[in-house]
């Protein structure tokens, strides 16, 4: 239905001193009929997300649109790193935009075999993205992971986990240290936007 078809898109609302505004749909050079999930924002104003809807090499992938003179630029798609055949959903990136935590499903190195999987890559001083890397145990389990984030403090990565049983119904949230993500650090990710 076009209820349902309009809960795809990404809608934005503004606070202002007395409440918030009506939500809109987020408009991409004016185009306002470009569906999408997951949105993570770096603090310069660029938008990340994942859709379907654009030409992709996967049934799913992130694009990032940029910031041009307040308004969003026509998304643009990341390519492959990070992208992959296979399908991308649940994304943050950093604030600065060095980094970007993605769960992956149908990939055949994930430890859930077509569960989702949780993913990390880097941005390099090309503007181009490190092959992801699976960030494996303890994070990524037989169950499926999804919905990464990490505190603002830079300190925790929160993920959710299915636990496969009844419907694979999600479990919970978890947490661990977000240091297990320097392990996995190339060293030459810059900040993007």
Do not use: M
Request: charged content about 25%; proline content about 9%; overall charge negative.
């Amino acid at each position: 239905t076009d209820r349902q078809r309009e809960s795809l898109y990404l809608w934005t609302s503004v606070r202002t001193d007395t409440g918030l505004t009506d939500a809109e749909a987020v408009a991409f050079s004016g185009r306002t009929d470009i569906p999408g999930g997951y949105p993570s924002l770096t603090d310069g104003g660029t938008l990340y997300f994942t859709t379907k809807e654009l030409e992709d090499p996967g049934p799913k992938d992130i694009h990032r649109s940029r910031s041009v003179d307040g308004a969003f630029a026509t998304p643009e798609n990341l390519g492959i790193p990070p992208n992959s055949p296979h399908g991308e959903g649940d994304l943050f990136v950093s604030p600065d935009g060095s980094f970007l935590i993605v769960s992956c499903y149908d990939h055949p190195e994930n430890i859930g075999g077509e569960s989702l999987d949780l993913w990390v890559s880097f941005h390099t001083a090309e503007d181009s993205w490190t092959e992801p890397a699976n960030l494996g145990p303890p994070i990524n389990s037989p169950y499926g992971e999804n919905c990464p984030t990490v505190s603002p403090d830079g300190r925790f990565l929160f993920f959710n986990r299915f636990t496969g049983e009844e419907g694979n119904v999600e479990n919970g949230t978890y947490w661990v240290d977000a240091r297990i993500l320097d392990g996995f650090r190339p060293g030459d990710d810059q900040p993007v936007e």
